[in-house]
């Protein structure tokens, strides 16, 4: 992984960070995911007309991606719903690098050495190790169906990064892969919240327009920026460094949300920059 690589990877995690954050803080997840799905699929429109298409053999896997994302956002929803904002975003970022290198290695013939396997194991420990301790403080018994969520969340994303990592790889065009992934998996749910919000879908999301759109931009450039990288480096060191996308979520939650940190968890968060920097090979 090259430095620039390595650059776009982390600025991807920030955007990330804070276009959940921003979903997250609208009480409505329907409507935020409507914002935000719908922002991005005005951009993948708006870049329609300037980038190539992406080759045949891109299609197939941009259908299955869409479905794949459409599935984690309703998932990502619930955990949201269920759970702090906190707990929920590390677990299901935390589960999905070791599941990334696992189908990297059978669907993409990605085969980890072992400096890189460790440096994923100890990132996901790390990652993990942040949201238990966030449940471990709250003086509260564990919400399984919001971790239940928030795991499955981890898995979905794991899913549509190897078929994306693939499917990109495919396509010829990184600009014209992530235009159509846009519109595809953007427009399911704001037909859905249309479609059951009907007279008062205008009135509701109105207050939230900004925030939402801009939610929406945000999340474009983030995977926009995952998707080039996948294009020049192995699947599993990009998913993983990407997961660094907690430790803004874990300071937005701190400074903005105003969530609990602690000792613990900046422990758990140095273990992640260990496993980071095992993982990483970057020339």
């Given at each position: 992984m090259?430095?620039?690589?390595?650059?776009?990877?982390?600025?991807?995690a920030?955007?990330?960070?804070?276009w959940?954050?921003i979903?997250?803080g609208?009480?409505?997840?329907?409507?935020?995911?409507?914002?935000?799905?719908?922002?991005?699929?005005?951009?993948?429109l708006a870049m329609l007309p300037?980038v190539?298409?992406p080759?045949?053999?891109?299609?197939p896997?941009?259908a299955?991606?869409?479905?794949l994302?459409?599935v984690?956002?309703?998932?990502?929803?619930?955990?949201?719903?269920?759970?702090?904002?906190?707990?929920?975003?590390?677990?299901a970022?935390g589960?999905a690098?070791?599941?990334?290198?696992?189908?990297?290695?059978?669907f993409?013939?990605?085969?980890?050495d072992g400096r890189q396997?460790?440096?994923?194991?100890?990132?996901?420990?790390?990652l993990v190790?942040?949201?238990?301790?966030?449940?471990?403080?709250?003086?509260?018994?564990p919400?399984w169906?919001?971790?239940?969520a928030a795991?499955?969340?981890g898995?979905?994303?794991?899913?549509?990064t190897?078929?994306?990592?693939l499917?990109?790889?495919a396509s010829?065009?990184?600009?014209?892969?992530?235009?159509w992934?846009?519109i595809?998996?953007?427009?399911?749910?704001?037909?859905y919240?249309?479609?059951?919000?009907r007279g008062?879908?205008?009135?509701?999301?109105r207050?939230?327009a900004?925030?939402?759109?801009?939610g929406g931009l945000?999340?474009v450039?983030?995977?926009?920026?995952?998707?080039?990288?996948?294009?020049?480096a192995?699947?599993?060191?990009?998913a993983?460094?990407r997961?660094?996308?907690i430790?803004?979520?874990?300071?937005i939650?701190?400074?903005?949300?105003k969530?609990r940190?602690g000792?613990?968890?900046?422990?758990a968060?140095?273990v992640m920059?260990?496993?980071?920097?095992?993982?990483?090979?970057?020339?």
């Amino acid at each position: 992984m090259s430095p620039l690589v390595a650059v776009a990877v982390l600025l991807a995690a920030l955007t990330h960070a804070a276009w959940n954050a921003i979903a997250h803080g609208i009480k409505d997840q329907l409507l935020a995911f409507t914002l935000v799905g719908g922002g991005g699929a005005l951009c993948g429109l708006a870049m329609l007309p300037f980038v190539p298409s992406p080759a045949g053999g891109a299609w197939p896997y941009l259908a299955g991606s869409a479905v794949l994302h459409v599935v984690y956002q309703a998932l990502l929803m619930r955990s949201f719903t269920l759970g702090d904002f906190g707990q929920m975003y590390p677990i299901a970022r935390g589960t999905a690098p070791l599941a990334v290198t696992a189908l990297a290695a059978v669907f993409a013939g990605e085969l980890a050495d072992g400096r890189q396997l460790a440096g994923v194991a100890v990132a996901s420990a790390g990652l993990v190790g942040l949201a238990l301790w966030g449940i471990r403080g709250s003086g509260t018994r564990p919400h399984w169906a919001a971790i239940g969520a928030a795991l499955a969340t981890g898995l979905a994303i794991a899913a549509y990064t190897v078929v994306d990592g693939l499917g990109v790889r495919a396509s010829g065009s990184p600009l014209g892969y992530i235009a159509w992934l846009m519109i595809l998996e953007g427009l399911a749910i704001p037909a859905y919240a249309v479609a059951t919000r009907r007279g008062r879908f205008l009135a509701e999301i109105r207050p939230f327009a900004v925030r939402g759109l801009l939610g929406g931009l945000l999340s474009v450039l983030a995977y926009g920026l995952v998707l080039w990288a996948q294009t020049r480096a192995a699947l599993a060191p990009v998913a993983a460094l990407r997961e660094s996308s907690i430790l803004a979520g874990a300071a937005i939650g701190t400074l903005f949300l105003k969530e609990r940190f602690g000792g613990p968890r900046i422990v758990a968060a140095g273990v992640m920059v260990v496993g980071i920097g095992l993982m990483l090979h970057v020339g």
